[in-house]
């Protein structure tokens, strides 16, 4: 089985925004494969299915951000996942809108929904996709990121969600993390 984490903020006040691009891939993501959010379980809404010959769990954290790692823990230790069968899908103020880019492993970055799965897991040797929401020139970065694109700021965050889900369905079919990185990045 394959874990694929989302990782936003719960509740309708942050629907739609930038903090909330893993949801929004993840959804995305599920729309294409036919999965539905209808289960929830260990803090989290999931969906599950057979995607490519593959059993995929997809996991919205329904913990605010920095506390992701209680659901993706506690997940993984239930369905007896490894590190190398998951992947999350995560905002990244590092990199411009319209950009994604794929890690095998690394820091959380300043990313504290990415700190605290790493604290729980125990490991930060798990796949990243990073999708550019980049940084406020002079905003707070709070309200920054809990803010929503603008419209012209949506049609690069769209391209660069489908390039997401490509590299997530990619994924599933075992193309390797430096293949991924060769082709997304």
Do not use: C
């Not at 006040?13 to 959010?37: C, D, I």
């Not at 593959?54 to 913990?63: A, G, S, Y």
């Not at 996709?129 to 803010?147: C, E, F, M, Q």
């Amino acid at each position: 089985m394959k874990m694929i984490v989302g990782l936003g903020n719960i509740g309708p006040q942050y629907q739609g925004t930038r903090h909330n691009t893993g949801f929004m891939v993840v959804e995305r993501f599920a729309a294409k494969a036919g999965l539905n959010f209808s289960t929830r379980k260990m803090e989290a809404k999931l969906a599950s299915g057979i995607v490519n010959g593959e059993k995929i769990l997809l996991v919205e954290p329904e913990t605010f951000m920095n506390e992701s790692g209680r659901a993706v823990g506690a997940l993984a230790h239930f369905y007896k996942i490894e590190t190398s069968d998951i992947i999350i899908v995560q905002d990244d103020m590092d990199m411009t809108i319209g950009r994604i880019r794929l890690r095998a492993k690394g820091s959380a970055g300043g990313h504290n929904g990415i700190k605290s799965i790493i604290a729980s897991l125990g490991t930060s040797e798990f796949d990243r996709i990073k999708v550019g929401i980049a940084h406020p020139s002079k905003a707070n970065v709070v309200n920054y990121v809990l803010g929503k694109f603008t419209p012209d700021q949506q049609i690069d965050f769209d391209n660069a969600a489908d390039h997401a889900v490509a590299a997530l369905f990619d994924w599933i079919d075992n193309v390797s993390m430096t293949d991924l990185m060769n082709r997304y990045n």
